[in-house]
């Protein structure tokens, strides 16, 4: 166990308690980048991208800063955080640190959820924008082939000048 107010701590707590704020912050540009994604505002979601990109190199460097602190334990690399905590950190700094290992470990599982679920929105979009284009580019072809149950080719036939008025269009 270390002493009371140990240095490797306090700063362990202030990266704890940064990461937190980060990750609180880029879920809130999750949550907006869902909402442009869903009204579809182009230039909106290329300002938010680079808003979260550059809030992902904060996480990392936040992070790398953490590992590099845990790394001054013998036991840095192979154990959980709160592991250390409760080998070699003293019981008054431990009820503050502990608090916020429980708060990051929240924010990181909140994060991972609405990334899935912003990640499930784009999807379904790219879906929805390239059935559109199939649509679209069918309409302009005579002859349009698609597979059908059993792997077989259908052909259907588009009836007279159907196409070239797409095309016009």
């Known amino acids: 166990m270390v002493a009371k107010g ?23 540009l999750l949550a907006a980048e869902e909402e442009v994604v869903v009204n579809v505002s182009p230039d909106k979601i290329l300002s ?10 904060k996480l990392q460097d936040a992070q790398e ?12 690399d192979s154990i959980k ?3 250390i905590i409760a080998r070699h950190c003293h019981p008054d700094d431990a009820k503050r640190i502990v608090p916020q290992v429980r708060k990051l470990k929240a924010s990181i599982a909140a994060v991972q ?12 979009s790219l879906r929805m924008v390239g059935g559109c284009l199939s649509l679209l580019h069918s309409g302009t072809q005579n ?17 007279g000048k159907a196409g070239t008025t797409l095309k016009q269009a």
């Open 113 to 124: 959820q609405k990334g899935r679920e912003a990640n499930q929105v784009v999807d379904f």
């Open 65 to 76: 800063r953490r590992k590099t602190l845990l790394k001054t334990f013998p036991e840095g």
């Open 6 to 28: 140990n240095p490797v701590f306090t700063q362990l707590e202030s990266v704890i308690k940064q990461e937190c704020a980060l990750y609180e912050e880029y879920l809130s």
């Open 143 to 159: 002859v349009t082939r698609v597979y059908g149950r059993k792997g077989s080719i259908k052909e259907s036939y588009n009836p």
């Open 81 to 83: 955080l709160s592991e």
């Open 48 to 57: 938010i991208a680079h808003r979260r990109e550059a809030l992902h190199d």
